[in-house]
Each structure stands twice: as structure tokens, then as C-alpha cells.
């Protein structure tokens, strides 16, 4: 779940603390790119891991959990007290912010906030992403098809990598790559 801006932090930790969880028990975890996560075990199946994206700073919360009812019950919660943005509005946000200076972000947030299982509107609007002519965009769409080791994005990776003329998105891509080779996708 993808949080508003503005969203009040202290309004997360409320929400995980009324689904049981306790600060007495919370994880915190610093990732390189400055994202930052919070995780917080509910009960002995349930964790809330509250988090910012170091590149978008947008927030996100995600459920995680073996036992599916309490996973869609507890992001049922989660989405009553917080409101968070529906995949819909991101998926909205990233083509009105196509081509402008929100671009970027708007594909990290769009990726941050995909299904478990993407769909083709995801994977068009990253393969759009992958081929624009803004260097920070393919950059951007380039983190978002790490997020999803997904097959349909190694061409187009693969040409990012070998020929991209920023340096810095070529290293992105190479290093995604590398990665897709580590799940056994190159």
C-alpha cells in the first residue's frame, strides 16, 4: 500500500499497534539507496512492515504472511485507517506524470505499489518507462523492473546495458540483469 503524502507516521505505528503489534518487538532496517523499512511481528504469523523509498520517498506499508485471511484481513485494516492510493490512482498518477519532471517517481510508486502479480498495464507502462528518451525515467523504470524479475523486460534491459548513453543508467540495468541472472531469467 502506497501512503499519501502527507500521511502521519505516528498514524501507521497506531494502526500496527491496534492489530497487535508493539514497539517493544519492531525491526528497523536501513537498505542501500536510503530505503528504510520498520517491521513489526503481529502475533506469530503476521508482520507489518512500514517503509520509504529512498529514491521516491513515497511510504508504503505492506502485510505479510503465510495465512491469506489474516494477511486481507489485517491490509483491510491497514486501508480503512490510512486510505492509502489504489493501484488504480498510481497507475493514473504515472500517465499524467508521463514526460514531466514527476515522471520518475511516478514509476517507482507505480512499481512499489504493483500487485503481487503483475498485470499488463504494469508491464507496458515499465517497458514505456524503459524506453523513454528522459535518462531519468529509464532509470526509474529500470529500478521498477527489479522490483519484478518478469522475462518480458530483459530485451529491453539487455539494450540499456550494452548501449544506454548515461553511464548511470547502464550500471542499473547491467546490475538488474545480474540480478535477473541470479533468479535464472538471462
Given amino acids: 500500500m502506497i501512503l499519501r503524502e502527507g500521511q502521519n507516521p505516528e498514524d501507521v ?19 542501500f539507496g536510503g530505503r528504510r ?12 512492515v512500514q517503509g520509504e523509498d529512498g529514491t521516491s520517498h513515497c511510504r508504503y506499508v505492506q502485510v505479510l504472511g503465510d495465512d491469506e485471511d489474516d494477511v486481507l484481513a489485517a491490509i483491510e485494516s491497514c486501508e480503512e485507517s490510512l486510505r492509502p492510493w489504489s493501484y488504480e490512482d498510481l497507475i493514473r498518477f504515472y500517465d499524467l506524470a508521463s514526460g514531466s519532471e514527476e515522471g520518475p517517481h511516478a514509476v517507482l510508486r507505480l512499481a512499489l505499489g504493483a500487485p503481487p502479480s503483475p498485470d499488463d498495464d504494469f508491464v507496458a507502462r515499465v ?46 540495468a547491467r546490475a538488474t540483469l545480474e540480478a535477473y541472472a541470479g533468479a535464472g531469467l538471462t
Fill in 127 to 172: 517497458l514505456k518507462s524503459l524506453g523513454s528518451s528522459d535518462p531519468e525515467i529509464r532509470d526509474a523504470g529500470v529500478l521498477a523492473a527489479a522490483t519484478y524479475a518478469l522475462s518480458a523486460f530483459v530485451p529491453r534491459l539487455s539494450e540499456l546495458a550494452s548501449s544506454d548513453a548515461d553511464p548511470e543508467v547502464r550500471d542499473t
Fill in 37 to 48: 523499512e520498520v517491521e513489526w511481528p503481529i502475533g506469530d504469523d503476521l508482520k507489518l
Fill in 13 to 31: 505505528e497506531e494502526v500496527i499497534r491496534a492489530l497487535g503489534g508493539s514497539e517493544d518487538t519492531r525491526v528497523v532496517r536501513e537498505f
